[in-house]
């Protein structure tokens, strides 16, 4: 089946520093990646959704300019999280899709701790 | 609002016998839905899928039944094993603004006893 990478697994940073989270589809082309968070005992809540080559479109109340994506090729999506607050501190997870109305794959998750 | 619900938070259930996980939805331009496994510390894995133009799809010991009447899918898993046990998440997909979202339910956290 599809794999789909996600670096690092598990981040601590302190409070104001800024973290880059990479998603990678490692034996197909994503031309469409979405990046979710998961709370704890809550659901997985979709962030944004990033098409190759073009700006990513964010969920309401999401913070575009907290949350920066970049799609920059068919395998490769990157979410950094911007100066960066312990309320920050959560579960990304990162899914991609190779066409439209097909499963979506998803990434192991990235744990983020912001001290 | 809560468009995907999994209104049981666990089951547990004995080896061999039929795990029913239940989901409701309440958006009617929901046209797909899927079942995601998720151990802790990791991504949901694909389980299986059906399309709001069919009732039952099946895999293995997976079957999933749409029941669109009354906005309701489930799934079966028979015969139940150990590993099995995790949470398992419904979601539901449509499309909005020419971009095709999914929903996720809460997750229902499932345990097959030996």
């Known amino acids: 089946g599809a794999v789909v990478s996600q670096h690092p697994s598990r981040v601590i940073c302190k409070s104001g520093t800024s973290v880059k989270i990479e998603c990678r589809s490692l034996?197909?082309?994503?031309?469409?990646m979405f990046w979710y968070r998961q709370f704890p005992k809550k659901s997985l809540m979709l962030m944004a959704t990033s098409n190759e080559g073009s700006k990513a479109t964010y969920e309401q109340g999401v913070e575009k300019d907290k949350f920066l994506i970049n799609h920059a090729s068919l395998t490769l999506s990157t979410l950094t999280v911007t100066s960066a607050h312990p309320e920050d501190s959560s579960f990304y997870i990162c899914?991609?899709?190779?066409?439209?109305?097909?499963?979506?794959?998803f990434g192991p998750g990235t744990r983020l701790t912001v001290t | 609002d809560q468009q995907v619900k999994q209104n049981s938070p666990s089951l547990s259930v004995q080896e061999g016998r039929i795990s029913i996980l239940n989901c409701d939805y309440t958006?009617?331009?929901?046209?797909?839905f899927l079942w995601y496994k998720k151990y802790p510390a990791e991504g949901p894995t694909f389980l299986i899928s059906?399309?709001?133009?069919?009732d039952k799809n099946e895999d293995g010991r997976f079957t999933v039944f749409l029941n669109k009447s009354a906005k309701h899918l489930s799934l079966h898993i028979v015969p139940s094993q150990p590993g099995d046990s995790a949470v398992y998440f419904c979601?539901?997909?449509?499309?909005?603004?020419?971009?095709?979202?999914?929903?996720f339910g809460k997750g229902m956290k499932l345990t097959v006893n030996p």
């Open positions: 979601a539901a997909s449509y499309t909005q603004g020419g971009s095709e979202k999914l929903v």
């Open positions: 899914s991609a899709r190779d066409r439209p109305r097909y499963e979506q794959y």
């Open positions: 059906i399309s709001s133009i069919k």
């Open positions: 958006n009617s331009m929901f046209d797909y």
């Open positions: 034996d197909f082309q994503a031309t469409t």
